[in-house]
């Protein structure tokens, strides 16, 4: 796509939330967006309740839209990586990684760059090593990261672990929107996401700091309040960088979204971003808090 394919896409948008009427500060329509992030809760946390594996069988679509997602965005750069053997890769070091632990989920990973290698190899050598290398990126991010969530979510009380990590974090987006709407005035990175601002990275590290310090002596057996609120307090930024890697990578392949699939957000990986930078840190922080 070229970039003024890219300006007349992004002005019939803005077009279009004007004529809504209804849309907020980020250039979302409020109302869609909130239904749509309602319904994706009610699947997550359904599937939560329901069974582990059900939950995870959840994952592992989410991590195979968030392949396709990526390849997509990659390729507006020229970057073309092999679909199939990464989406196969990805539910296979999920499942490993579940049933198996850290060093099956590492072995997974490893074989799968080398199906990446060879399946790219197969085609044709011009531009392989460029495509081998997107492969292996999105092997990495998000999938890799994702993995880390059937790490949680196999440990004995893994569903509750999950609970935590993923109410944590949520909130570092609601705490962050709503005090950088009222009082946001100093921009954080005007260059990668002109609406977010130190006031609203204060209010998201306090909002998570208050769940955190809520949730963890709720949720699990031998977690202090204390404890809790110095988990939210890191995972808030850490959920901001996610979403700026992802706004920088947009910015550098001259996209607004990593597609279109979710009404009032754009792409699934667009809601992700933050949860998969987040969950390395929540599975480590989380087994000191409540070891197993």
């Known amino acids: ?85 990464v989406a196969v890769g990805a539910v296979s070091l999920l499942v490993a990684g579940y049933l198996r632990g850290a060093e099956a989920m590492v072995f997974a990973a490893t074989l799968t760059v080398l199906a990446i290698i060879i399946w790219r190899v197969a085609d044709g050598l011009t531009g392989a090593l460029r495509d081998i290398g997107a492969g292996a990126l999105v ?12 790490l949680m979510l196999s440990e004995p009380d893994g569903r509750w ?16 929107y709503a005090v950088g709407v009222l009082f946001g005035k100093h921009p954080m990175a005007p ?10 990275m204060a209010g998201s590290v306090a909002t998570c700091a ?12 031998s977690g202090q309040w204390w404890q809790g609120a110095l988990l939210g307090a890191l995972i808030a930024p850490v959920a901001t960088i996610g979403d700026l890697i992802e706004s920088s990578l947009k910015r550098n392949l001259g996209i607004k979204d990593m597609s279109n699939i979710l009404p009032g957000h754009g792409g ?21 808090i409540a070891p197993y």
């Open 1 to 85: 796509m070229t970039p003024p394919e890219n300006a007349t896409r992004r002005s019939v948008r803005a077009q279009a939330g004007a004529a809504g009427g209804s849309t907020s500060r980020a250039g979302r329509n409020l109302p869609v967006a909130i239904g749509t992030g309602v319904a994706l809760g009610v699947v997550a946390a359904g599937s939560l309740i329901l069974h582990p594996v059900a939950f995870l069988a959840v994952v592992c679509v989410a991590a195979i839209v968030a392949v396709w997602e990526m390849r997509q965005a990659l390729s507006e750069g020229g970057l073309f990586a092999p679909f199939v053997p």
């Open 139 to 150: 092997l990495l991010y998000p999938c890799f990261l994702i993995g880390f969530a059937a």
């Open 161 to 176: 672990r999950i609970f935590v990590f993923i109410l944590i974090t949520v909130f570092s987006d609601i705490g962050g």
């Open 191 to 200: 260059r990668l996401s002109p609406k977010k601002s130190w006031e609203g």
């Open 210 to 221: 208050l769940v955190g310090g809520v949730a963890v002596p709720l949720c699990l057996d």
């Open 268 to 288: 699934l990986m667009d809601r992700l971003d933050s949860l998969v930078l987040v969950v390395p840190l929540a599975w480590f922080a989380l087994r000191l």
